[in-house]
């Protein structure tokens, strides 16, 4: 019993552990299960929500790369401009500050030092001893002879003696150091060993002035033995022991300016500077520089650093969010392409960088760089709207770091407002030559306009402004190459790139004209017809232009199954069934886009062809459908283009202009009236269909492109004047009018 009991009470604890085991097995499997669909749901929050989080992320690089190149000083919280007015209430000095000098006035303080420097030579007392020990050397060797008594020798050792220490007492300057002093009468500093003594310049003793003093204290020729020895030994060993220090001249002068004081007078505190509505000029402009640059110093501390990088940021930020909600309400389909906005940022940055750069190492050159390439780039690639509004954005930006911001400001402005009012066509060389010319001369206009209001006359114009404007405007031609890099970079497309696709020699478009000349030909037509409705309406018209060309050539893998294009009379659609034959039409849109990428068309050029019919019904073979099968409902999705809609106002046109020109060749006997009617009947259609929800066009232009489509068609089945038959003259052996023949029925010439 007591084994029993035993047994048993062991199998239960093994029962339990394994149950335990088994549920915690269990439940971390359920735990793993959990985390799975937890990360699971995180992964998918963050692929729907991948767009926005990439413009988050673009957001926060481009705010803090464009505050990163803002010089972090502090800015003074007065604007003024010289010869204007105070705007202000009256200033008093804040604290105590020394009034600074100008820069003129410190550039004239150093010319006067580097003028009246005094010129510092060396006088070298080796040189006398070396020279005193070489003559004492050369006579030694003298012997007396008949021609030479020891009483000579001794007196020719003494004149020689004489001549040397007389040459170096004055001083015997070198050849390369006499042309440092222009005037023979200044004063100059002689340095010997370690003392300096002032001598007059011309105290000094040149080649020619030693020889004379030799031949001189020689006696009168002609010389004697005597003499002509020692004429030959002094004018062998004696040489120049004086000679210029430049680098110890410089270093006085360098001394001398970096004792300049910056400063003349000081303002103390509470001192009164300047009244409201006095004008700003003269000791009160320095004054107030003054306390500009020192008050823009006091706030550059590490204390206030993070706070003026806090400042730039929110300012900054702004401006971008500025964009990004501009962007939102009225260019959503950019905003809703992630690469479009990368490159418009991208842009804004570039810019600022450029301009940063050159403000930072010679703000001279402020206005050689061209801004506006930034709205000649944007209108190329977008519209002048948003170009404009990105080059204000920027030019804003800018004024925080530039030097006299509301002038930088107010000329920029204007030259983008020219810039987006000028710069269109850019295919046409001529255009972007005058447009730039005009750029410049605003530019040009404006400066002579700030200036004449700073001095008050004409005569302080700096000239050298106008040159650089003039460089603005020669850089401003890099914007084509920009246009170029870009469209490689980022697949965008450009007016040039249109006009290039839009060439009927294009590889693509002659394969359309050998497989399918009749959908060519349709294609030419609507694209003329396209064109003329967005110059109706404001549109880009080179662009819908283009996609009209390209938006049926998905029909060149099946030509025969379009009516354009059956010049035989067969149509295979007789041998298939009205599904089947709804497919290979609605197939051509499918086609023609994998046949676009495959030929590396642009996007906006394949915008063309998936929205061209939109969600349209293939009506002819769906209505078939149902005369077959009576019975049966039919699934109409089957006979219904995928889509998308229309997304813009070139799309829409390509839609209207592509159905009304297909359409009017059905009519057999083309008349204004029939040509009316067919033509509001397709648009109504379309407009019952919501085909036009999203493309952003107004029924004012609907309507617009209806009236150039009517007048267009119109031209085309324009009729025309009824020839009557000809009738051959067996007589005259050549055609001759029936009508003639009969009025001249009773005529001589009667045939």
């Known amino acids: 019993m007591c084994y029993d009991q035993t047994k048993l009470t062991i199998l239960n604890q093994i029962c339990q552990e394994t149950i335990l085991s088994i549920f915690d097995v269990h439940f971390f499997k359920l735990s793993l299960c959990s985390q799975d669909k937890y990360m699971s749901k995180t992964v998918n929050k963050l692929y729907k929500h991948n767009a926005t989080i990439y413009k ?27 010869g204007k007015p105070w705007q202000y209430d009256n200033l008093y000095a804040p604290f105590d500050f020394a009034i600074d000098k100008s820069e003129e006035e410190i550039t004239e303080e150093i010319k006067n030092i580097e003028v009246a ?71 100059i500093t002689l340095k010997v060993d370690n003392q300096v003594q002032d001598i007059i310049y011309n105290n000094l003793l040149s080649s ?9 204290s020689l006696g009168e020729q002609p010389y004697n033995y005597s003499q002509n020895i020692n004429l030959s030994i002094l004018s062998e060993i004696i040489k120049p022991n004086v000679s210029y220090d430049n680098e110890f001249t410089q270093k006085v002068i360098e001394e001398s300016i970096n004792e300049i004081s910056l400063s003349r007078g000081k303002v103390s505190y509470g001192e009164l500077i300047i009244l409201k509505g006095d004008i700003v000029e003269g000791k009160k402009m320095d004054i107030l520089y003054s306390l500009k640059g020192q008050s823009e110093s006091k706030l550059w501390t590490n204390a206030n650093y993070y706070w003026i990088v806090l ?29 479009k906005v990368t490159f418009i940022f991208f842009n804004v940055s570039f810019m600022i960088l450029i301009q940063t750069l050159v403000i930072k ?195 060149i893998l099946n030509p025969m199954y379009f009516i354009e294009n059956q010049s035989t009379g067969v149509n295979p659609h007789n041998d298939l069934s009205p599904s089947d034959s709804a497919k290979i039409i609605t197939d051509h849109v499918i086609k023609g886009i994998e046949l676009a990428k495959q030929y590396s068309l642009p996007d906006r050029i394949i915008d063309f062809i998936r929205t061209h019919h939109g969600t349209s019904l293939v009506y002819y073979f769906y209505v078939k459908e149902q005369e077959q099968s009576p019975e049966e409902e039919v699934d109409i999705k089957k006979f219904q283009y995928k889509g998308p809609i229309p997304f813009s106002r070139e799309t829409a046109i ?4 592509d159905a009304a020109e297909a359409a009017s060749k059905s009519l057999q006997q ?63 052996k050549k055609p001759c009018n029936i009508v003639i023949r009969m009025l001249h029925l009773h005529s001589q010439f009667l045939c």
């Open 670 to 732: 083309p008349s204004a009236q029939s040509i009316d009617d067919l033509i509001n009947k397709i648009v109504e259609k379309q407009k019952l269909d919501n085909q036009f929800i999203n493309s952003d066009i107004t029924f004012s232009e609907i309507e617009k492109i209806k009236k150039v489509i009517k007048r267009k068609l119109m031209n085309i089945y324009h009729v025309r004047v009824e020839y009557p038959d000809l009738f051959y003259c067996k007589k005259h």
């Open 311 to 339: 400042g730039y940021t929110i300012l900054v930020s702004l401006a971008l969010l500025m964009l990004l909600l501009f962007l939102h309400k009225y260019r959503k389909e950019i905003f809703d392409n992630n690469t």
């Open 56 to 82: 988050v992320i673009l957001f926060l690089i481009t705010a803090v790369a464009i505050v990163y190149l803002f010089p972090k000083g502090g800015q003074f919280k007065y604007e003024f401009t010289k």
């Open 654 to 657: 390509l839609m209207i202009c």
């Open 361 to 555: 190492y010679n703000s001279d050159y402020l206005y050689v760089v061209p801004l506006s390439i930034l709205p000649i780039i944007l209108k190329a690639f977008f519209d002048a709207r948003l170009g404009l509004f990105t080059h204000v954005l920027t030019v804003l930006l800018l004024g925080f770091i530039v030097p006299d911001s509301f002038e930088f400001i107010y000329l920029h402005i204007i030259a983008g407002i020219v810039t987006i009012l000028t710069v269109s066509e850019l295919h046409k060389r001529a255009n972007l030559f005058i447009s730039i010319g005009q750029i410049t001369l605003i530019y040009m206009i404006t400066y002579l306009a700030f200036s004449i209001i700073k001095e008050g006359n004409a005569s302080q114009i700096n000239w050298e402004y106008l040159m650089m404007f003039g460089a603005n405007g020669l850089l401003s031609f890099l914007s084509l190459f920009f246009i170029y890099a870009y469209e490689k970079i980022f697949g965008l497309v450009s007016d040039v790139t249109l006009l290039e696709l839009s060439s009927t020699n294009t590889k693509l478009l002659k394969e359309l004209n050998e497989k399918a000349p009749g959908t060519f030909q349709h294609s030419m037509q609507v694209a003329n017809l396209a064109e003329a409705a967005a110059n109706e309406i404001g549109a880009n018209s080179m662009l819908v232009r283009t996609g009209a060309l390209y938006h049926d050539i998905g029909k």
């Open 117 to 187: 420097a005094k010129l510092y030579f060396e006088f070298n007392k080796e040189i006398v001893a070396e020279v005193k020990d070489a003559y004492l050397l050369r006579t030694s060797f003298l012997q007396e002879n008949d021609s030479l008594g020891k009483n000579d020798l001794e007196s020719a050792i003494l004149i020689g003696n004489s001549i040397i220490e007389s040459v170096y007492n004055n001083g015997f300057i070198e050849a390369t150091s006499q042309g440092i002093v222009s005037d023979k009468n200044s004063i």
């Open 208 to 216: 020619k002035d030693v020889f004379e003093l030799i031949k001189k």
